[in-house]
T-cell receptor, first 116, second 114 residues
Framework: GAGVSQSPSNKVTEKGKDVELRCDPI?????LYWYRQSLGQGLEFLIY????????KSGLPSDRFSAERTGGSVSTLTIQRTQQEDSAVYLC??????????????FGPGTRLTVT | AQSVTQLGSHVSVSEGALVLLRCNYS??????LFWYVQYPNQGLQLLLK??????LVKGINGFEAEFKKSETSFHLTKPSAHMSDAAEYFC????????????FGTGTKLQVIP
C-alpha cells in the first residue's frame, strides 16, 4: 500500500518568503507528526496531531511556524517569513493509535528546505 | 515528561566487530521503546520495539536490544557489523497508557570501517 508522501521533495526559497510543506499520511492513521532534521542535528519534534484532539504544538520553534490537519488526513506545515536557520529536512510521520498502545511511526521521505 | 539520551553522537566499529549503541530513557510510567534506522538520504524505518513483552527484543538485520528497567536502558547491539550497517540510529520512547507522542533521541551515526 501507499506510504507517507511529502511534497515538494525539495524547496528553495528566498529569505522572508512563506512556504507550505505538505504531508499525506497513510490512510487510517490517526496520529501525525512533524519533525525537523537539521544538518548534523538529531530529530527535532515540531507538532503532533492525534485524531480530533487539540494538537501538541510544544515543539514549534517560533510563531512563524504553524500546521494544520484537514479532515484528519492531509497536513500542511507553514513557515512564514523564512529565515536561513529554517533550512533543514522536514519529516512527516504517521501511525495508528490506541489507548495503552504505541504503534510504529511510518516516515515520509522528507522535504529538503533551503532558504537563501 | 519522557526523554531519551543517546550516548555518543558518532560511533566507529570495524567490520565484523560488535556494535553497541547506547540509549537511556526517562519515563514516569512503563515505557514503550523503539530503535529506528536512517540510511543515507532515506527516511527513518523501524528496527525494533519493546512494548512490555519480552525484555530482549530482536529486530531486522540481526539487531537486538535489551530492556533493563533497573538501568533505564535500551541499548542496541549486533554481534558482527557489516558495511551496510553504516547509518544513523535513533532511540525513541513513548509512555504507555493513553495517546502518547513519541520522543526521539538525538541519534548516533554508526561508521563501519573495513
Amino acid at each position: 500500500g501507499a506510504g507517507v508522501s511529502q511534497s515538494p521533495s525539495n524547496k528553495v526559497t528566498e529569505k522572508g518568503k512563506d512556504v507550505e510543506l505538505r504531508c499525506d499520511p497513510i490512510s487510517g492513521h490517526t496520529a501525525l507528526y512533524w519533525y525537523r532534521q537539521s544538518l548534523g542535528q538529531g530529530l527535532e519534534f515540531l507538532i503532533y496531531f492525534q485524531g480530533n484532539s487539540a494538537p501538541d504544538k510544544s515543539g514549534l520553534p517560533s510563531d512563524r511556524f504553524s500546521a494544520e490537519r484537514t479532515g484528519g488526513s492531509v497536513s500542511t506545515l507553514t513557515i512564514q517569513r523564512t529565515q536561513q536557520e529554517d533550512s533543514a529536512v522536514y519529516l512527516c510521520a504517521s501511525s495508528q493509535s490506541g489507548t495503552g498502545v504505541s504503534y510504529e511511526q511510518y516516515f515520509g521521505p522528507g522535504t529538503r528546505l533551503t532558504v537563501t | 515528561a519522557q526523554s531519551v539520551t543517546q550516548l555518543g553522537s558518532h560511533v566507529s566499529v570495524s567490520e565484523g566487530a560488535l556494535v553497541l549503541l547506547r540509549c537511556n530513557y526517562s519515563s514516569s510510567v512503563p515505557p514503550y521503546l523503539f530503535w529506528y534506522v536512517q540510511y543515507p538520504n532515506q527516511g527513518l524505518q523501524l528496527l525494533l520495539k519493546y512494548t512490555s513483552a519480552a525484555t530482549l527484543v530482536k529486530g531486522i538485520n540481526g539487531f537486538e536490544a535489551e530492556f533493563k528497567k533497573s538501568e533505564t536502558s535500551f541499548h542496541l547491539t549486533k554481534p558482527s557489523a557489516h558495511m551496510s550497517d553504516a547509518a544513523e540510529y535513533f532511540c525513541a520512547v513513548s509512555e504507555s497508557g493513553g495517546y502518547q507522542k513519541v520522543t526521539f533521541g538525538t541519534g548516533t551515526k554508526l561508521q563501519v570501517i573495513p
